[in-house]
């Protein structure tokens, strides 16, 4: 014998769920065990199903090509999407060439998530094309993964990188189903709108459409285009061309106007207040008793005034107006009254009409005049370089709430606020001003309402089901009018009470998790873990308390103890997900100096 140590076995290590999340962990797991791990990606569509590569390529991103990457910096060479789509996006992203602030399309972000798969099989890594159904405790290894064939996957350690799962129908959506089949009526439930069915719609058919978010732009384009239409242009002015084939769309939400546009190209603008330092301070501070009404809103109001007077008075030092801003009242008469002394050439700051301009309004055709004129005013400043100040406020927003989703991952939120005002009003307000569609969508739209195959249904919308007049919309401006088909343009709540996932309610069955609770006594729908500031963070926690050294989760399914985690990680070392997914990998790698297939056998907690 020469005396030397024999190689140790490589870790073996199973990451559930191949979409973006997953791929994320997988390449830092690469990265940081360098050669030294058995890697298994389980998925049964690989790459992420929001992103499939075969579906309609009308259906656009909400990220910009620069605002996404798989890559965290220390995984070395780490090119972007936009890295990416500038080497291989032109061959497969179709006749318009894409800059980094342009939108891409869901497939041609499937291409990157293909792209970066192939990169960790050959790498090493290995692919199970299947779904996960069950974990349990492992003969040789610490845990065991069922597969749906019955394959077993045996792991050191198992990361749950789930997305969102599928979950049961409510009582109010089967009964609108089986009302729909009764009748002989078309009716697409809740979900994603690339996998609904939507054969029960036909040309003509007049269709009620709940929702005006990004799932209703998804529903306008897979009922247009898709069909055979087209957008044709003439200098500034688009208009359709229509097949012939298109339902003609009514769409009603409680503000009964559709999300806002984003900007043609990002304004540059950044945090005046919320930035960094206010972050670490209110993290250090407060110790989870943050109330967003009283503590965080006025902050947020205050960033966007800040960019509105920005973008209507370019020339106003930012510093200087942030100065004046953070002396004054965050809403009132007294800083009215400053801005129209101090800057009389902006605009009054009228929140309450940006965010529910359709207020105090009864007549149908004077809504949808005023909601053309206001989509077309906000195309208008979309298209503006700079941005005019509305477009300017929801780009300021969506900064104010990365902030706001580092205060809850770190606790410094009280859980009243968390479970009320962000999952209520500030969700929905956020979404509205600052999540919407690309301004190209806002254009189509337009010229689809110009068409007559959009309508507006209007504000405080609602369908009833009528025995003899089958399904039937009516709202604070439309009588009521029956309508061939009802389409629920949203997604269903992301929660683990409700899922149709086998996994996940194995894992809860068996205590291997819980479901996380803000209040004592009061579960919510997300997947306990430890937190974020944590020696240990993402370690999934068990009925008993025990949080596992070898079982991590990131990600959707651990909302809300994750608020807003839905986006895509975007470049740089502060983007949430791809700091969870390297201290994950870390925490693998450290699993090293005490884990050996013969230290592990039998034992699961």
């Given at each position: 014998?020469?005396?030397?140590?024999?190689?140790?076995?490589?870790?073996?290590?199973?990451?559930?769920?191949?979409?973006?999340?997953?791929?994320?962990?997988?390449?830092?797991?690469?990265?940081?065990?360098?050669?030294?791990?058995?890697?298994?990606?389980?998925?049964?569509?690989?790459?992420?199903?929001?992103?499939?590569?075969?579906?309609?390529?009308?259906?656009?991103?909400?990220?910009?090509?620069?605002?996404?990457?798989?890559?965290?910096?220390?995984?070395?060479?780490?090119?972007?999407?936009?890295?990416?789509?500038?080497?291989?996006?032109?061959?497969?992203?179709?006749?318009?060439?894409?800059?980094?602030?342009?939108?891409?399309?869901?497939?041609?972000?499937?291409?990157?998530?293909?792209?970066?798969?192939?990169?960790?099989?050959?790498?090493?890594?290995?692919?199970?094309?299947?779904?996960?159904?069950?974990?349990?405790?492992?003969?040789?290894?610490?845990?065991?993964?069922?597969?749906?064939?019955?394959?077993?996957?045996?792991?050191?350690?198992?990361?749950?990188?789930?997305?969102?799962?599928?979950?049961?129908?409510?009582?109010?959506?089967?009964?609108?189903?089986?009302?729909?089949?009764?009748?002989?009526?078309?009716?697409?439930?809740?979900?994603?709108?690339?996998?609904?069915?939507?054969?029960?719609?036909?040309?003509?058919?007049?269709?009620?459409?709940?929702?005006?978010?990004?799932?209703?732009?998804?529903?306008?384009?897979?009922?247009?285009?898709?069909?055979?239409?087209?957008?044709?242009?003439?200098?500034?002015?688009?208009?359709?061309?229509?097949?012939?084939?298109?339902?003609?769309?009514?769409?009603?939400?409680?503000?009964?106007?559709?999300?806002?546009?984003?900007?043609?190209?990002?304004?540059?603008?950044?945090?005046?207040?919320?930035?960094?330092?206010?972050?670490?301070?209110?993290?250090?501070?407060?110790?989870?008793?943050?109330?967003?009404?009283?503590?965080?809103?006025?902050?947020?109001?205050?960033?966007?005034?800040?960019?509105?007077?920005?973008?209507?008075?370019?020339?106003?030092?930012?510093?200087?107006?942030?100065?004046?801003?953070?002396?004054?009242?965050?809403?009132?008469?007294?800083?009215?009254?400053?801005?129209?002394?101090?800057?009389?050439?902006?605009?009054?700051?009228?929140?309450?009409?940006?965010?529910?301009?359709?207020?105090?309004?009864?007549?149908?055709?004077?809504?949808?005049?005023?909601?053309?004129?206001?989509?077309?005013?906000?195309?208008?400043?979309?298209?503006?370089?700079?941005?005019?100040?509305?477009?300017?406020?929801?780009?300021?927003?969506?900064?104010?709430?990365?902030?706001?989703?580092?205060?809850?991952?770190?606790?410094?939120?009280?859980?009243?606020?968390?479970?009320?005002?962000?999952?209520?009003?500030?969700?929905?307000?956020?979404?509205?001003?600052?999540?919407?569609?690309?301004?190209?969508?806002?254009?189509?739209?337009?010229?689809?309402?110009?068409?007559?195959?959009?309508?507006?249904?209007?504000?405080?919308?609602?369908?009833?089901?009528?025995?003899?007049?089958?399904?039937?919309?009516?709202?604070?401006?439309?009588?009521?009018?029956?309508?061939?088909?009802?389409?629920?343009?949203?997604?269903?709540?992301?929660?683990?009470?409700?899922?149709?996932?086998?996994?996940?309610?194995?894992?809860?069955?068996?205590?291997?998790?819980?479901?996380?609770?803000?209040?004592?006594?009061?579960?919510?729908?997300?997947?306990?873990?430890?937190?974020?500031?944590?020696?240990?963070p993402c370690r999934v926690i068990g009925a008993d308390g025990t949080a596992d050294p070898t079982l991590f989760a990131l990600g959707i399914p651990v909302q809300p103890l994750e608020w807003n985690i839905a986006n895509l990680p975007q470049p740089g070392a502060t983007a949430r997900t791809l700091q969870q997914a390297r201290q994950i990998a870390g925490q693998i790698a450290a699993l090293r100096e005490s884990v050996a297939p013969s230290a592990t056998?039998?034992?699961?907690?």
């Amino acid at each position: 014998m020469n005396g030397r140590k024999p190689p140790e076995p490589p870790l073996s290590v199973v990451v559930v769920g191949a979409g973006p999340r997953g791929l994320a962990t997988a390449l830092e797991i690469q990265a940081a065990l360098a050669g030294g791990v058995s890697l298994t990606l389980v998925d049964p569509h690989p790459g992420g199903r929001v992103w499939r590569e075969d579906q309609d390529r009308s259906l656009l991103m909400n990220s910009r090509l620069q605002q996404a990457t798989l890559f965290a910096p220390s995984t070395g060479e780490a090119p972007t999407f936009a890295d990416w789509y500038a080497s291989y996006g032109p061959d497969i992203g179709g006749a318009t060439p894409l800059g980094p602030t342009d939108f891409g399309s869901r497939a041609l972000f499937g291409g990157y998530t293909r792209w970066v798969l192939e990169r960790l099989l050959a790498g090493g890594a290995a692919l199970a094309r299947a779904e996960a159904v069950r974990l349990e405790p492992g003969r040789e290894r610490r845990h065991r993964v069922l597969l749906e064939d019955g394959t077993p996957l045996e792991a050191d350690a198992v990361v749950l990188a789930l997305g969102h799962l599928d979950v049961e129908m409510g009582e109010v959506e089967r009964a609108r189903a089986e009302f729909a089949a009764r009748h002989g009526l078309g009716y697409v439930a809740p979900g994603p709108a690339a996998e609904a069915d939507w054969t029960r719609i036909g040309p003509g058919d007049d269709v009620a459409v709940l929702g005006a978010g990004l799932n209703f732009y998804d529903v306008m384009a897979l009922c247009t285009v898709a069909r055979g239409g087209r957008f044709t242009h003439d200098g500034d002015v688009v208009r359709y061309q229509a097949s012939g084939e298109e339902p003609v769309l009514w769409v009603g939400s409680g503000r009964g106007v559709p999300y806002l546009p984003r900007s043609r190209r990002p304004t540059g603008q950044r945090p005046a207040f919320m930035n960094a330092d206010w972050i670490a301070a209110h993290i250090a501070r407060d110790g989870g008793g943050l109330d967003l009404r009283r503590d965080v809103w006025p902050v947020v109001v205050r960033e966007m005034r800040h960019a509105w007077l920005m973008s209507a008075c370019p020339r106003t030092r930012p510093d200087w107006l942030a100065r004046q801003l953070r002396d004054l009242p965050a809403e009132g008469p007294e800083v009215e009254r400053w801005c129209a002394v101090q800057l009389p050439g902006a605009p009054p700051f009228d929140l309450d009409r940006l965010c529910d301009p359709l207020r105090g309004i009864v007549d149908h055709a004077e809504a949808e005049h005023l909601v053309r004129a206001f989509l077309t005013d906000l195309v208008a400043q979309a298209t503006a370089e700079p941005a005019g100040p509305a477009i300017a406020v929801g780009e300021r927003l969506a900064q104010a709430k990365d902030a706001v989703r580092e205060l809850v991952a770190h606790g410094a939120m009280s859980p009243e606020s968390v479970l009320g005002d962000l999952q209520g009003w500030f969700r929905t307000v956020g979404g509205f001003v600052a999540a919407g569609p690309p301004v190209s969508r806002v254009v189509e739209l337009l010229a689809l309402m110009e068409a007559g195959l959009v309508r507006l249904a209007g504000r405080r919308a609602r369908v009833d089901s009528d025995e003899q007049r089958g399904f039937v919309l009516s709202s604070q401006t439309l009588p009521e009018r029956p309508v061939r088909a009802l389409v629920e343009a949203r997604l269903p709540a992301d929660d683990l009470r409700l899922t149709t996932s086998s996994l996940v309610r194995d894992l809860l069955e068996r205590g291997t998790c819980r479901l996380a609770e803000l209040t004592d006594g009061h579960p919510t729908g997300g997947l306990d873990v430890t937190r974020t500031g944590s020696p240990a963070p993402c370690r999934v926690i068990g009925a008993d308390g025990t949080a596992d050294p070898t079982l991590f989760a990131l990600g959707i399914p651990v909302q809300p103890l994750e608020w807003n985690i839905a986006n895509l990680p975007q470049p740089g070392a502060t983007a949430r997900t791809l700091q969870q997914a390297r201290q994950i990998a870390g925490q693998i790698a450290a699993l090293r100096e005490s884990v050996a297939p013969s230290a592990t056998t039998g034992h699961h907690r």
